[in-house]
């Protein structure tokens, strides 16, 4: 056999190998276009980068080697496939800039207070946070403090760098640097996998990667410390109180200012705010994750009930109503027991008489009791589909950093319901709720919405064959109602797969509200039936919906969507008639009792203040419309109107506003 020199590419020059050398030597090289070279072992991905051209160097921020994000410095020594990552690659970016940004706070932190000792600093939604053990609280004007060294230390451009090392060196070094809190995460890594060390120039932490290659590859203006909170070590309640600082950072300063910007208007919608100076409900301690409500805001709930309620009369449903305590032997049957159980309230009761506790839960959902109406009496094709309706009170476990205002509570109310179907049945079910949630969500101001198909999740009841079925026939069924859907892999019900409708907000946020799930497996395990053409019995498909989701949530959204300024028609204060002299006082009374007849939600304001500070009062509780009568307006029998969030007014005769007013406050058909 004869030998024959062969060329190799390699940091940037040519060398000659003959071929048994080189197949020990060489690595190929896969890139994203299907291309193949040859480097030698060794060989960094950015040193790649530079023998295709030095702007490509310049311009890489990470890699992928064999579809795992990696460091450019790393080295290859097995065959490959890579890609090289820019600014280009924006989710990769963001996540190393966030990323880089919580070790550079760390550094800062540390060289600003030494004794501070580190923990970690995960990337999250927008941003990252870093939890530290310091004696001392952090306050807000420390952020800019941090901030400032954090600027230092990104224009210093330090090198990162990382080596692996022994775990049982790693324990030593950061034992002689009195950080407990990385020797016990050291300890904690399993067994087999690497212990990587990063350098921030000569500040180091203990982390998977990747990063970038220098602090300067971080935009210097475009993060912004937010907030300071206090934290668990491990989320713990048991161990230290750590102090956690957050963080947002984005690629380029007119992002951070947009982000920023959506912050303060969401802080100015928070329906938090807006529910205490409407006066709508109130939350405490006692009852947590519960609601109070207020005579306005449960004006806003029974008006919105009764608006869904002749919805649902007018497309067939029937509504019923079932207990909130039920035995646990139902929620066995049904499989909520053993696969929600962990968000159950569970009630142990004394029966008189009983050897032990009967067991009871408080019902987290509506639909085991719904089969139990069901299955009163026998049914027939000819019932179906059959569509049952509930307004049900429901209870649910949330841990308490989850909860939010009313958007996130333990007790509320479901527009649910449920519709026992035929599987011929589907495709038509299918199209007539997607037709009746668009006119709704219309109605209440939302003229679009997303579809998600939610497919099965790994905790689940049934088997793979019924799941395919349930999941075939709902896509099937949406794809034939004309409507455009994205896939939300395993996000399904345990029992079934399902539709999520997602409506976005003024603000640009997405809530998940309507569903639809197709359950092939409750009746099964309930035993529900009905009796085919064919005279034998045959199972029904379940189809659990819902459009407004709670309306305790659903509220929430309406007023921050709205900034508090609801449709006419919703809100719990339609008018107020204020009089801006004694003198008018009586035409103003007149006014009022006019509108009451007509079923206007009206107030009267004939208290001697001054009407501008009448107009200030009323609209900080956002009360759409007010009439202010004074001696011009008695002369005239007129009023003058001033709509919320308007800085004019408009004179109407007095028949007219109110005849205008009784078409306005109409509930749309």
């Known amino acids: ?84 990552h820019t600014n280009k690659d924006e989710g990769i970016a963001l996540e190393l800039i ?53 600027r ?51 500040w180091q932490d203990l982390c998977r990667g990747p990063h970038l290659l220098h602090t300067g590859q971080v935009p210097g203006d475009c993060f912004k410390l937010m907030s300071i909170a206090g934290a668990y070590w491990k989320g713990d309640s048991s161990n230290k109180m750590l102090q956690r600082i957050y963080g947002v950072a984005f690629k380029n300063k007119e992002d951070l200012k947009q982000y920023l910007h959506f912050l303060e208007e969401a802080k100015k919608r928070d329906h938090r705010k807006l529910g205490k100076d409407m006066e709508l409900f109130h939350m405490q301690e006692e009852a947590p994750g519960m609601v109070f409500w207020h005579p306005n805001g449960w004006r806003i709930y029974q008006t919105l009930q009764n608006y869904m309620q002749r919805e649902l009369e007018n497309g067939g449903y029937l509504e019923v109503k079932t207990p909130q305590v039920v035995d646990r032997k139902l929620w066995e049957q049904s499989g909520h027991w053993d696969k929600y159980q962990e968000h159950m309230f569970i009630v142990e009761v004394d ?67 449920h519709i026992f179907c035929t599987e011929e049945q ?13 006119k709704i969500y219309s109605d209440l101001g939302f003229k679009e919405f997303k579809i998600k198909f939610s497919d099965r999740p790994n905790k689940r009841a049934g088997s793979d064959d019924i799941w395919q079925k349930a999941e075939d026939a709902l896509k099937n069924a949406t794809m034939s109602a004309g409507s455009i859907f994205s896939l939300n892999p395993g996000e399904g019900a345990f029992y079934g797969p399902k539709l999520e409708f997602v409506l976005t907000d003024a603000i640009g946020r997405d809530w998940q509200c309507g569903t639809l799930q197709v359950d092939f497996v409750l009746p099964e395990r309930l035993n529900a039936t009905y009796v085919g053409q064919d005279g034998n019995k045959h199972r029904p498909v379940m189809l659990h919906r819902a459009i407004l989701g709670s309306f305790e949530r659903f509220i929430g959204i309406l007023l921050e969507e709205n900034s508090g300024n609801l449709p006419l028609w919703l809100a719990p204060v339609q008018v107020v008639i204020a009089s801006v002299v004694s003198g008018a006082n009586q035409y103003a009374e007149k006014l009022y009792e006019t509108l009451l007849l007509n079923n206007i939600r009206v107030k009267l ?14 609209s900080v509780k956002k009360i759409p419309l007010i009439y202010a009568v004074g001696l011009r307006e008695v002369e005239d029998q007129s009023v003058t109107i001033r709509k919320l969030g308007s800085n004019t007014t408009q004179i109407q005769p007095s028949s007219l506003a109110v005849d205008n007013l009784i078409t306005q406050c109409q509930v749309p058909e």
């Open 1 to 84: 056999m004869t030998k024959k020199n062969c060329k190799l590419k390699g940091w940037g020059r040519e060398f000659y190998m003959d071929n048994q050398s080189l197949d020990q030597q060489i690595v190929s090289i896969t890139f994203p276009d299907g291309s193949k070279r040859n480097f030698k072992k060794g060989i960094t991905v950015l040193q790649i980068a530079e023998s295709i051209s030095s702007s490509l160097k310049k311009a890489a921020i990470s890699c992928s080697i064999n579809g795992s994000l990696s460091d450019l410095t790393n080295e290859i020594n097995t065959n490959s496939v890579i890609e090289i």
């Open 152 to 202: 230092e230390i990104i224009n210093l451009r330090d090198p990162i760098r990382t080596e692996i090392w022994e775990r049982s060196d790693a324990i030593s070094f950061y034992e002689d640097k009195n950080e407990p809190y990385k020797v016990q995460l050291v300890k904690d890594i399993p067994r087999g996998e690497a212990i990587r060390m990063y350098w921030h120039g000569h």
């Open 351 to 417: 029966e008189e008489g009983a050897r032990e506790k009967r067991i009871n839960a408080l019902k987290p959902m509506n639909c085991p009791c719904h089969v139990q109406i069901y299955n009163q009496g026998v049914k027939s094709y000819r019932d179906l589909p059959l569509k049952m309706a509930e307004f049900g009170s429901c209870h649910r476990y949330e841990p308490s950093g989850a909860m939010h205002g009313i958007m996130r509570v333990r007790g509320f109310v479901q527009d649910d319901a």
């Open 426 to 438: 589907i495709e038509s079910e299918t199209k007539v709720f997607i037709d009746l949630l668009s």
């Open 605 to 618: 304001d004939i208290r001697n203040e001054k009407i501008n500070y009448k107009i200030r009062e009323h």
């Open 98 to 150: 966030r990323h880089d940004c919580a070790h550079i706070m760390a550094r800062a932190v540390q060289e600003v207070w030494p004794e501070t000792r580190v923990t970690i600093g995960p990337v999250i939604e927008n941003g990252w946070f870093y939890d530290f053990d310091r004696d001392e609280p952090f306050t807000p004007e420390d952020l800019s403090i941090i901030e400032k060294k954090m």
